[in-house]
């Protein structure tokens, strides 16, 4: 059997309805509607129910699941079941143990029953909620994982405690996510920020398709002629063509405190990006209590990310300030703060900063995340002090990443999210 829409949606509502120990009817509330749409028959709508509820005594399906069905049910209990410790005294049991054997035989499962996106979900679930992050200390058990995002910054916290025999493996699925992140994100960010540098230079006497209308509209207005219903165009404005010295310095200053693992894993691609692009001179420096550049391996982005060292406490402001040391033309820097904000250091000097570069002329971005999970946890105080001095703080997902540092360059208004 080949899982379909409503089976995919199906695998993460499996641990999340009651028969699996999580949030009541995540999965069963689409699963009959799903059914009825598709003209499914009755034993087919029992049979996705079943699968949702778990199986328990009061399930209420009465439907006996076999083959296929029974595997895909049991690699599902081994997760969400009693055994996961999330909802004792259930009647089943469950759980994969400490054992590396089984664990291995389970991710090789749930790869051959589901997708990749769910895999990705369970795999999540199972590192967080059976503890298993120290069994991808072995090489065997890391490449066996879907690798993703999430698996990558698991394996970024490991860090020190991770033995020479797996680096080389974790290198390599590591190296899978940012080439992935590479190909998605790469062609919009330099297109939208190639543009943003062209229209960023301003001059008076452009090529015919070089012209801004829209500028050049507004700046002669007051030659409109009303008997012939139009303007006069008396001086053009247009967009400068790209030339090959640099026209902006952007800092992206990380917080590689542990809850912003996703965060330091895109930033660091983007950063990759951004330093292969003559026009723009970019700057990586990651922070925790201590600050660290990393501006020599951008070429690399793998190197990067293993030069993080994820979790420990945070000083917003050192970072802050060691970023402000390296400006030299304020009026063509763009600094993005990518933080939760959770300061630990001189919470008023930090804010102090923040305004002395924007009174400079510095182009101040403020991101709780740059992730695709949605708002994080973040200190709502210092986001809305930072918002005050003209820096509003939001979560950016990497496909709004483009559009943001495209209006910083122009000096636009930031794409703030309707959220937010």
Not at 226 to 238: A, D, F, K
Not at 270 to 282: D, E, K, N, Q, W
Not at 342 to 363: H, N
Request: proline letters at 6%; a neutral charge; one cysteine or more.
């Amino acid at each position: 059997m080949t899982a379909g829409p409503w089976d995919q949606a199906a695998a993460p509502g499996h641990g999340a309805a009651p028969g699996h120990g999580a949030a009541p009817g995540q999965g069963a509330a689409a699963g009959p509607v799903a059914a009825r749409r598709a003209g499914a028959p009755a034993d087919e709508r029992l049979r996705r129910w079943r699968l949702v509820l778990g199986g328990d005594d009061a399930d209420g399906t009465g439907y006996a699941l076999a083959g296929h069905d029974a595997a895909m049910d049991g690699a599902l209990t081994s997760l969400y079941g009693k055994g996961s410790g999330t909802r004792p005294g259930r009647d089943r049991a469950a759980g994969l143990g400490a054992s590396a054997p089984s664990v291995a035989r389970w991710l090789g499962d749930i790869r051959t029953y589901f997708p990749s996106s769910v895999v990705q979900i369970m795999q999540r679930d199972a590192i967080e909620r059976l503890g298993l992050a120290a069994l991808l200390l072995e090489p065997e058990m890391l490449a066996a994982v879907e690798p993703d995002v999430h698996l990558v910054g698991t394996l970024l916290s490991l860090g020190k405690a991770m033995p020479e025999t797996t680096k080389e493996t974790a290198r390599a699925v590591v190296r899978t996510v940012v080439e992935d992140l590479e190909r998605r994100l790469s062609t919009r960010t330099r297109a939208a920020l190639s543009g943003a540098l062209d229209r960023s230079a301003r001059v008076t006497r452009p090529r015919h398709h070089d012209i801004d209308w829209n500028r050049t509209i507004a700046a002669n207005l007051k030659h409109y002629l009303p008997e012939h219903r139009t303007v006069v165009p008396e001086r053009l404005i247009g967009h400068g063509r790209a030339s090959r010295s640099l026209r902006k310095e952007v800092v992206l200053c990380v917080d590689q405190s542990g809850s912003m693992a996703a965060s330091v894993v895109h930033a660091s691609v983007f950063g990759a990006v951004l330093a292969s692009m003559r026009s723009i001179a970019t700057r990586l420096v990651v922070f925790d209590t201590a600050v660290v550049d990393l501006t020599d391996q951008l070429d690399d982005p793998v190197d990067v990310l293993f030069g993080t060292q994820l979790g420990g406490g945070t000083d917003i402001n050192r970072a802050l300030a060691y970023c402000q040391s390296r400006i030299t033309r304020p009026a063509d820097t763009v600094v993005v703060l990518i933080s939760d904000l959770y300061e630990g250091g001189i919470r008023d000097e930090m804010l102090r900063r923040v305004a002395a570069m924007k009174a400079s002329g510095v182009q101040f971005v403020a991101l709780l995340a740059l992730s695709d999970e949605g708002t994080p946890a973040y200190d709502r105080e210092h986001a809305a002090a930072l918002a005050a001095l003209g820096a509003p703080a939001f979560a950016c997902t990497p496909d709004l990443f483009p559009d943001v540092m495209a209006a910083a360059i122009e000096k636009r208004p930031l794409p703030v999210p309707d959220t937010m």
